[in-house]
């Protein structure tokens, strides 16, 4: 079965500094990835995703992210964090097995950025 | 991109007794799904509904416990029966956009249920 990891609950990051929230993933065939954000008391929105193609990945609000086949991740990235990007994070990879087609969640990261 | 509202967007319930939670989209999909979440935790999927089958159940999921109807592509609504405390969690309509699989998944604001 598919799955993905995030290996870290928390990421503190100063405010102006580049952040990454790590994600690594376990698939058969061709990965289809994801990040999503979840602001407090909200629901969760679309960041970026990859299919095929270029490995760097650009989404929403300024954050990217970059595919590495060898190492099996799929890092997200931004070069400058503001105090608005505090959030919890997931990563999720698309999942086929057994013909139906359903998105397999990481647990998640909270990146706290501070002034 | 597509529109999920659910309703009712949080509800506290005594124990044993049923809550349905429904879930409209503003364009017609083919797949919707229910996700259970607990606070600040990860998504957990309960089912895939597909309009004009049954409810596909995931590991640890059961119809008579989470029964689901999907009478239409735009509607769908999820019941939590016969609860416990063990329910209390956020519950999350999920579609996929026109893109089918390759396409990203939009969720409605979820229900959140607490049980007492």
């Known amino acids: 079965a598919q799955s993905v990891a995030q290996p870290e609950d928390q990421v503190n990051v100063a405010e102006g500094n580049p952040l990454t929230v790590k994600c690594t993933y376990s698939?058969?065939?061709?990965?289809?990835l994801f990040w999503y954000v979840q602001y407090p008391n909200r629901g969760l929105q679309f960041l970026l995703k990859?299919?095929?193609?270029?490995?760097l990945v650009k989404g929403s609000y300024g954050f990217e992210a970059e595919f590495n086949k060898s190492q099996t991740s799929f890092h997200l990235k931004k070069p400058s964090a503001l105090v608005s990007d505090s959030a919890l994070y997931f990563c999720?990879?698309?999942?086929?097995?057994?013909?139906?087609?359903?998105?397999?969640f990481g647990a998640g990261t909270r990146l706290a950025v501070h002034p | 991109s597509a529109v999920i509202s659910q309703k009712p967007s949080r509800d506290i319930c005594q124990r044993g007794t049923s809550l349905t939670i429904q879930c409209q989209v503003d364009s017609q999909v083919t797949m919707m799904f229910w996700y259970r979440q607990q606070p600040g935790q990860s998504l957990t999927l309960i089912a895939t509904a597909n309009q004009g089958s049954e409810a596909t159940y995931e590991s640890g999921f059961v119809i008579d416990k989470f029964p689901i109807s999907r009478p239409n592509l735009t509607f769908s609504t999820l019941t939590v029966s016969n609860m416990s405390p063990e329910d209390s969690s956020i519950y999350l309509c999920?579609?996929?956009?026109?893109?089918?699989?390759?396409?990203?998944?939009?969720f409605g604001p979820g229900t959140r249920l607490t049980v007492t």
């Open positions: 698939v058969s065939g061709n990965p289809y």
């Open positions: 999920s579609v996929i956009g026109t893109s089918g699989g390759t396409g990203e998944q939009y």
């Open positions: 990859y299919i095929t193609g270029d490995n």
């Open positions: 999720a990879v698309r999942d086929w097995t057994g013909g139906y087609n359903k998105l397999i």
